[in-house]
């Protein structure tokens, strides 16, 4: 029960990793603010409620400043402060190119996934200081790592927050506020169901996540799992990092493998 009692935000909860990171603070005695742009909201606010947590549900648009204020208030008049930030919301923009992305489709996906995670940084720590120490989290991807897992937009967006993580961690010195984001890598969500969905209706699920050492994607509960170890004092001592959840992905440039167990030709 890492959570018994604290006040905590949760963007994008609606659904895959956000619903999942929700329901897991709930779960550990966290009183949660369940933040999306969907009904999911409500959906995921009363899947806790249903389990015996305490949770309340607010529809918002993670990239309006107006928006992320509202619900930081609400997190104050509802819970008494704010003790952990996870700003997960993002959207994916699509798969185009650099020379089919317009100048409207990258300016909507930094506004959601960069300059979303900026304001939720500036209004919520303020707030989490002021109850003498807490954490901020960011859900990046390993496509801000490195190019070939995400579009020029996505992954310009989340490399943006994993610089942003590292900055703000700096600029909150002497806070107590710690920040830190996740970078995961295929994860089985609302914005990866496609993916999945044809694999399994094709008999190929095998294929998915075959780049990876693990050869497989990864489910929201093992990402959620991540950051709530990073807004707990288990991480007391992490701070401005990127975690790469991703099976292993980023940790190689792209080759060819040897198999386990087989022998090389």
């Known amino acids: 029960m890492r959570f018994t009692d604290k006040s905590i935000i949760v963007t994008g909860a609606g659904s895959g ?53 509202r619900t930081i208030a609400l997190a104050c008049n509802s819970f008494g402060g704010l ?11 699509g798969m185009a190119n650099l020379f089919d992305t317009d100048v409207a489709l990258i300016t909507e996906v930094l506004r959601v996934n960069l300059i979303g995670p900026f304001l939720a940084i500036k209004h919520a720590a303020p707030r989490i200081a002021e109850r003498g120490k807490g954490a901020i989290v960011l859900t990046a991807s390993v496509a801000g790592i490195r190019s070939g897992a995400g579009s020029p937009a996505y992954s310009a967006s989340k490399a943006g927050v994993i610089n942003l993580a590292a900055v703000s961690a700096q600029q909150l010195t002497g806070s107590n506020v710690r920040v830190n984001a996740i970078c995961p890598g295929l994860t089985e969500t609302g914005m990866t169901k496609p993916v999945f969905d044809y694999a399994r209706e094709a008999n190929k699920m095998d294929r998915v996540g075959r780049l990876n050492p693990l050869h497989r994607g990864a ?34 440039h792209p080759v060819t493998r040897q198999e386990y167990g087989k022998t090389a030709a």
């Open 17 to 69: 990793i956000g619903r999942a990171a929700a329901l897991l603070f709930a779960s550990e005695g966290g009183r949660v603010v369940v933040a999306d742009k969907t009904e999911g909201a409500d959906e995921t606010a009363h899947l806790i409620t249903q389990a015996g947590g305490t949770a309340t549900a607010i529809r918002i648009d993670a990239g309006l400043e107006e928006d992320v204020i």
């Open 83 to 93: 003790d952990v930030m996870f700003a997960n919301a993002g959207i994916s923009g």
């Open 219 to 252: 489910q929201p509960e093992e990402l959620a799992k991540v950051a709530l170890f990073l807004a707990s004092d288990d991480a007391s001592y992490v701070n401005g990092q990127a975690i790469a959840v991703d099976g292993g992905l980023s940790s190689s």
